[in-house]
Antibody, heavy 114, light 112 residues
Framework: EVQLVESGGGLAQPGGSLRLSCGASGFIFSNYWMTWVRQAPGKGLEWVANIKQDGSEQYYVDSVKGRFTISRDNAKNSLYLQMSSLKPEDTAVYYC???????WGQGTTVTVSS | DVVLTQSPLSLPVTLGQPASIPCRSSQSLVHSDGNTYLTWFQQTPGQSPRRLIQKVSIRDSGVPDRFSGSGSGTDFTLKISRVEAEDVGVYYCLQTTHWPFTFGPGTKVDIE
């Protein structure tokens, strides 16, 4: 079964950091671009970042550039999102998804609040 | 950035009747490779989004054939031929022709 499972969400203070993880199974992870998408409470979807199969290219939406880092470990079939200098507006459910967004995880919730 | 407009934001529908969900782009979504990268997603309450259609009109495996996508350039439509109760949710369009990739605000479909 093709599956993505996120973890690492939680409560962080403004200015703090969190590292999200996404474990993949059921497909050849190293063959695919991977993506993080977020959804603020009661709001729509926002593309956050994506990363090429070998990790050599990463792209970020302007609102997280310089604060978030997407990475991957193909040997561990894992995708990561290192989030730092967190702001309240980063509060959202964070989904990992395959490059074509045909497979999504269940999401992990990040809350940034003092 | 490319802005995708979905209007209306709320669409009451009647069971068994057709529904059309429009998505308009602020610029052409035709890529230099000739493809048009416009994708449709469905998000039912409490669930992760589900891809329905890619490249304007290619329906994903397992998606009921009552869903269809059409359009070109800047104007696109997701059609449900006969709405069923399980179709209640929010429908998003996404463009991946131009970076940054952008989603539309979503159209909420519910039963009237």
């Amino acid at each position: 079964e093709v599956q993505l499972v996120e973890s690492g969400g939680g409560l962080a203070q403004p200015g703090g950091s969190l590292r999200l993880s996404c474990g993949a199974s059921g497909f050849i992870f190293s063959n695919y671009w991977m993506t993080w998408v977020r959804q603020a409470p009661g709001k729509g979807l926002e593309w956050v970042a994506n990363i090429k199969q070998d990790g050599s290219e990463q792209y970020y939406v302007d609102s997280v550039k310089g604060r978030f880092t997407i990475s991957r470990d193909n040997a561990k079939n894992s995708l990561y999102l290192q989030m730092s200098s967190l702001k309240p507006e980063d509060t959202a459910v964070y989904y990992c998804a395959s490059g074509g967004l045909d497979v999504w995880g269940q999401g992990t919730t990040v809350t940034v609040s003092s | 950035d490319v802005v995708l407009t979905q209007s209306p934001l709320s669409l009451p529908v009647t069971l068994g009747q057709p529904a059309s969900i429009p998505c308009r782009s602020s610029q052409s979504l035709v890529h230099s490779d000739g493809n048009t990268y416009l994708t449709w997603f469905q998000q039912t309450p409490g669930q992760s989004p589900r891809r329905l259609i890619q490249k304007v009109s290619i329906r994903d495996s397992g998606v009921p054939d009552r869903f269809s996508g059409s359009g070109s350039g800047t104007d696109f439509t997701l059609k449900i031929s006969r709405v069923e109760a399980e179709d209640v949710g929010v429908y998003y369009c996404l463009q991946t022709t131009h970076w940054p990739f952008t989603f539309g605000p979503g159209t909420k479909v519910d039963i009237e």
